[in-house]
C-alpha cells in the first residue's frame, strides 16, 4: 500500500523486511508471494526497475514450481512493466501475452486486466489499444475491481 500512496521508498524497505521474514519461514509461497511485493515496490521507484525484473523472475519461478498459476501469470505481467520502463517492447509485449494466457487459463479476471493493460502500452494503432482498454475495464468491473495498473 505505501506504494500506492506514493511513498515507493517506504515499500521497498517494508517489502524487503518482509522478503527476509518469508525466507526465515522456509514457506515458498510466503516467499514467492514477498518477492512479488518487492518486484512491485520497486517498479514504483524511479530507478529500481531492474531490480523489479529480478524479483518478478524469481517470483514467477517460485509460482511455477509450486503450481500457483494465477501468482505465476501476475509475476510475469509484473516483468512485462518492468520491460516496458526499460523500453524493452518486444520483452513487455511477450510477457503481457504470456500473462494473459495464463490469467484466461486460470480464470484470474484482475490477471487479465492487467495483462491487457499491458499490452495497449507499446501500441501504435489507436483503435487496437482502445478496445484492449476497454476489454481491460470490463474484466476489472468483472472482478470486482476498479483498480488499472500494477
Do not use: W
Not at 32 to 61: K, M, P, V
Not at 71 to 81: D, E, N, S, T
Request: with cysteine.
Amino acid at each position: 500500500m505505501l506504494g500506492r500512496r506514493g511513498d515507493a521508498n517506504a515499500a521497498v524497505v517494508a517489502a524487503t523486511a518482509a522478503l527476509k521474514a518469508a525466507r526465515q519461514s522456509r514457506q515458498p509461497a510466503l516467499e514467492g508471494l514477498a518477492l512479488l511485493r518487492l518486484a512491485d515496490a520497486h517498479y514504483r521507484t524511479f530507478f529500481g526497475h531492474e531490480q523489479a525484473l529480478e524479483n518478478a523472475i524469481a517470483a514467477a519461478a517460485v509460482f511455477e514450481r509450486l503450481g500457483d498459476r494465477v501468482q505465476q501469470g501476475r509475476a510475469i505481467c509484473l516483468q512485462g512493466f518492468a520491460y516496458s520502463r526499460q523500453s524493452r517492447v518486444a520483452q513487455a509485449q511477450q510477457a503481457a501475452a504470456e500473462a494473459l494466457a495464463i490469467a484466461q487459463a486460470s480464470g484470474d479476471l484482475a490477471g487479465q486486466g492487467y495483462a491487457l493493460n499491458l499490452l495497449t502500452f507499446h501500441v501504435a494503432d489507436l483503435a487496437v489499444g482502445l478496445k484492449r482498454l476497454n476489454q481491460a475495464l470490463a474484466v476489472f468491473q468483472a472482478a470486482g475491481s476498479s483498480v488499472t495498473s500494477t
